[in-house]
């Protein structure tokens, strides 16, 4: 049973760009949450999305955005780099929004904006 | 909102020493509670968690008791491997609806160095 993946494993990119992050979830997972984890730090959370929707967003700006697929993967999308956008982006899966239900984790992509 | 402050890291610890990493939270009506834990150039990994109050949860040695009246999940261990080297993250998941409903809110996060 494969976990989360991502795709991605590391990107480099100069500012100004656009760039797009993959995750696909665990097995059996319908719902999909994206964090952002600037080094030192702990994951800050994006945006989560469920049945192809965004249902919840945090405070990030309308350059962060995403997508998410009938086969319940998701995209996620930044515009205009800036510097301060580097850092590990997490995808994380679970089965529905109960609050009780673990988010597995995938192994993140290294961004670094240039 | 809601927010998770963990001690001032990092934790440097002999093997066999004792843990413990302080957790408070703030956050409106029963939130869920956890610990993860991120071992180098990996992704999050769940310890352990707890649903409701007075519940303990408990993994790999380690355990955790969710206390609401003192708004508390502090992480133990009675004696750390150098394989518990890593870095530990506590964080709570709101199900007050709304705006904070579904997602984690995590700590910054305390570095655990053990030494043999």
């Known amino acids: 049973d494969a976990g989360v993946t991502q795709s991605p494993t590391h990107l480099i990119k100069t500012r100004g760009q656009q760039v797009t992050l993959r995750c696909s979830p665990k097995?059996?997972?319908?719902?999909v949450s994206w964090y952002q984890q600037a080094l030192g730090q702990g994951p800050q959370f994006i945006f989560q999305y469920y049945e192809e929707e965004e249902r919840q967003r945090g405070n990030f700006p309308d350059r962060f955005s995403g997508h998410q697929f009938p086969n319940y993967s998701s995209e996620l999308n930044v515009n205009a780099l800036l510097l301060g956008d580097s850092a590990l982006y997490l995808c994380?899966?679970?089965?529905?929004?109960?609050?009780?239900?673990?988010?597995?984790f995938g192994p993140g992509t290294r961004l670094t904006v240039l | 909102g809601d927010s998770v402050t963990q001690m001032e890291g990092p934790v440097t610890l002999s093997e066999e020493a004792f843990l413990t990493i302080n957790c408070t939270y703030t956050a409106t009506g029963y939130p869920s509670l956890f610990w993860y834990v991120q071992y180098p150039g990996e992704g999050l990994q769940l310890l352990l968690k707890?649903?409701?109050?007075?519940d303990k949860g408990s993994n790999k040695g380690f355990e955790a008791t969710y206390r609401k009246e003192t708004t508390s999940f502090h992480l133990e261990k009675g004696s750390v491997q150098v394989s518990d080297s890593a870095v530990y993250f506590c964080a709570l998941r709101s199900n007050a609806g709304g705006t904070s409903y579904g997602k984690l809110t995590f700590g910054q996060g305390t570095i655990l160095t053990v030494h043999p």
């Open positions: 707890a649903t409701k109050a007075d």
């Open positions: 994380a899966s679970s089965l529905g929004l109960a609050s009780y239900n673990e988010q597995f």
């Open positions: 097995s059996g997972h319908d719902t």
